[in-house]
């Protein structure tokens, strides 16, 4: 079917994109590109029904950080949609099973949906498509769509409240002034009980279910209201590059990585690890096996500096029977599905600086 609405970003704003198609009540499919980054919204006159970035924030961890869905859960789902509902939105998936109820879907479908706008209006550059196409809407309930204006007035009112502050993610605060002297913004109690003088911003994000970019902003608001103070870091935040082929699974990884505190290199190719190990000098590599994960991990080894990094493979099979013992890598072996908890134990080892740890 061909694009009946075609542009740049550089010539017309996404907001101004928005407009027109909400307010013709258009049904289809808007795709945003920029670089290496996609974003695709399904419209369905004034509302919408899904929202992804690619790469970017996933149902899957919207619904991790809401505590409305454990890792090991969203991992179970996404197995079993390789059996049955193949294609089947997650969310959709976790309340065929009972997992969350409509309210709590539509929360998640919501944030999600806020997160994804809230990172176009920051694009400046960008070619969009919107095609007419029908949308199905078996899979997502008009209880779950979300109405496209609403959300993009809340989101240009935040982002203009936020960029005004914004700290950058590697920043470090610790508490320091009384809060209950001043106004505090909202969402402000829940970023001060997670702040110790340790973690990064970013860090702290991973832990709260609100945008990252709402957390920068209020850490910004609250040391210019003397509330928090900046401290020095310990060391340099260490990278760990994690290498999986799904974008779910990768971001899950992601957040484990940024809750030990480090700060995650996610890649879906060997050859993009190799580049990337090379270039950021991770502390540690994690890597989900799909299949090749034996080899990728024994090519990585392999190249230069790299022979004694922490090396961890999250697997469920053994290596293959034709191979000898001294051609295995040398790597811990994290069970799949993998735990939350053994994920960040093994990640924690390597991360946290012995003097911090206890």
Known sequence: MSPVLTGH?????????????????KVGTLEVRREDRVAILELDEGRIRYASLRPGMHLGEVLVRMDLLS????QDILASQSREHAGAPLGFAAKRLGLVDDEELASAVRRQVAEVVAELLTWRDGAFTFTDAEVDRTYVPDGQAVDAMAVLLDVAAQLQDEDAARVAG???????G???????????????????GRRTARAVAAEL????????????RLEASEV???VALVEPEPR?????????????????VLRSGGVPVLVST??????????????????DDAGSGWRDATALRSEPGVAHLPLALITSVRPNVGWRWWRTPKLDVLARPFLEEEVRGWLERWLVPDALRG
């Open 170 to 176: 590697g920043a470090v605060f610790d508490r320091a």
């Open 270 to 287: 060997l050859e993009t690890a190799r580049a990337r190990v090379a270039e950021v000098r991770p502390r540690a590599v994690l890597i």
């Open 240 to 256: 760990v590059v994690v290498l999986c082929a799904s974008e779910a699974i990768e971001r899950l990884l992601g957040l484990l």
């Open 228 to 230: 928090v103070r900046r």
């Open 71 to 74: 890792s090991e859960e969203v």
């Open 178 to 196: 009384d809060p209950t002297k001043v106004t505090l913004p909202d969402g402000a109690w829940e970023v001060l009980t997670q702040l110790d």
């Open 209 to 220: 279910d609100l945008p990252q970019r709402r957390v920068f902003g209020i850490l910004g």
């Open 9 to 25: 970003l550089r010539n017309v704003p996404l907001a101004e994109v928005f407009q027109v198609l909400v307010t013709g009540h």
